[in-house]
C-alpha cells in the first residue's frame, strides 16, 4: 500500500491548480484545498491579515500535501480504518469532508455491521468497518468506491450545476465519476453506454 504522503500526492496531482468556478459550492480551491479549509486554519500566506483568494491562489503543492495528510488523514483517523478502504476514503475526504464517513458507515450497516452515520471515526466505526472488511476482504475497497460514485449520481440529480462535475460536455464521465472509479476494480467501471443511461434525465 502506498504511503499516505504518496496518496496526498496523487490526489493534489489529480486535483489540479488554481479554480475558482462559480458552480463549486467550496468556492475558491487550489491544488484541491478550498478557500473555507484555509480561512479555518488561518493560513494568511500572504501576511495582509486576511485569508482570500490570493492565499489560495499562493498555496504551493507541498504546503497542500501537508494539509491533507495532517487534516483530511491524521486529524479524522482514517489510518485507523482497514488498509482496503484508506486511500478511497481519504481522497474522498478531501473532496466531500466527513461525507466521505458517512458514505462508508452507511455502506458497513447495509453490509449487517451497524454503524452510526455521523461521520466521525470512532471505536464503533472501527471495530464495523474492521468486522467487514474481514468479511469481505475482496470487495469492501469496490463496494466503497461503487458507493463513491453513487453518492456523485444522486449528488448532481438534485443540483443541476453540479452535473458538468459528474458528465462531460460531450456526455461522457466527467471527474467525479472517473475519480471514484479510479479505486474501483475495472470490472466494475460503468460502460459509456450505462454512464449515458444513468445521466440520461439530466437537461
Do not use: C
Not at 484555509?38 to 490570493?54: C, F, I, S
Not at 495532517?70 to 484508506?86: E, K, M, W
Not at 474481514?134 to 456523485?152: F, K, Q, S, V, W
Amino acid at each position: 500500500m502506498p504511503s499516505v504522503e504518496q496518496i496526498a500526492r496523487e490526489i493534489v496531482a489529480r486535483e489540479g491548480g488554481f479554480v475558482n468556478d462559480p458552480d463549486d459550492p467550496g468556492g475558491a480551491t487550489n491544488h484541491g484545498v478550498t478557500i473555507g479549509t484555509m480561512q479555518t486554519l488561518g493560513l494568511d500566506l500572504n501576511g495582509d491579515g486576511r485569508v482570500d483568494v490570493a492565499d489560495v491562489r499562493a498555496l504551493t503543492r507541498a504546503q497542500a500535501e501537508q494539509i491533507f495528510v495532517q487534516h483530511y488523514f491524521a486529524r479524522p483517523r482514517l489510518a485507523d480504518l482497514p488498509a482496503p478502504v484508506q486511500a478511497s476514503v481519504f481522497d474522498m475526504y478531501v473532496n466531500a469532508g466527513a461525507n466521505a464517513v458517512k458514505i462508508l458507515q452507511r455502506l458497513i450497516t447495509r453490509m449487517g455491521f451497524p454503524a452510526v452515520d455521523d461521520g466521525i471515526v470512532g471505536p464503533a466505526t472501527i471495530a464495523a468497518v474492521t468486522e467487514a472488511a474481514e468479511a469481505a476482504p475482496a470487495h469492501l475497497a469496490d463496494a466503497y468506491g461503487i458507493a463513491r460514485r453513487n453518492y456523485y449520481y444522486a449528488l448532481a440529480d438534485q443540483r443541476p450545476a453540479s452535473r458538468k462535475f459528474a458528465r462531460t460536455k460531450a456526455g461522457g464521465k466527467g471527474g467525479w465519476i472517473t475519480r471514484a472509479e479510479e479505486f474501483i476494480a475495472p470490472r466494475y467501471h460503468l460502460t459509456p453506454a450505462e454512464h449515458r443511461e444513468r445521466t440520461a434525465k439530466w437537461a
